[in-house]
């Protein structure tokens, strides 16, 4: 079994910053992306930034240039740096990771979620 405990989220004023961590343990043959979703109050959740380990990293155009999505692959850890934050950016924040389980089974998993708040 597999699990991913998140944590940095908080509460920060518009144009503060926050670091999100997200640490994968348990049964893991090796990870072959890492990444962050979101979910706003009413809302779906959505795409926010992902760190594959065989093609670039991407993010959401709603958070290009302000967030910087990084990765210890040694630790089976990724990161979220925010910058710049905007009250629109308020959402429990998802870590995501597909996880190679043995070489034939891969499987997605989710953390908790850490709540992040922004203040206008």
């Known amino acids: 079994q597999v699990q991913l405990e998140e944590s940095g989220g908080g509460l920060v004023q518009a144009g503060g910053s926050l670091r999100l961590s997200c640490a994968a343990s348990?049964?893991?043959?090796?990870?072959?992306?890492m990444g962050w979703y979101r979910q706003a109050p009413g809302k779906q959740r959505e795409f926010v930034a992902t760190f594959p380990s065989d093609a670039p990293t991407d993010y959401a155009d709603s958070v290009k240039g302000r967030f910087t999505i990084s990765r210890d692959t040694a630790k089976n850890t990724v990161y979220l740096q925010m910058n710049s934050l905007k009250p629109e950016d308020t959402a429990v924040y998802y870590c995501?990771?597909?996880?190679?389980?043995?070489?034939?089974?891969?499987?997605?998993?989710w953390g908790q979620g850490t709540q992040v708040t922004i203040s206008s």
């Open positions: 995501n990771a597909v996880v190679r389980l043995t070489t034939r089974a891969i499987v997605p998993v």
């Open positions: 348990g049964s893991i043959f090796s990870i072959n992306a």
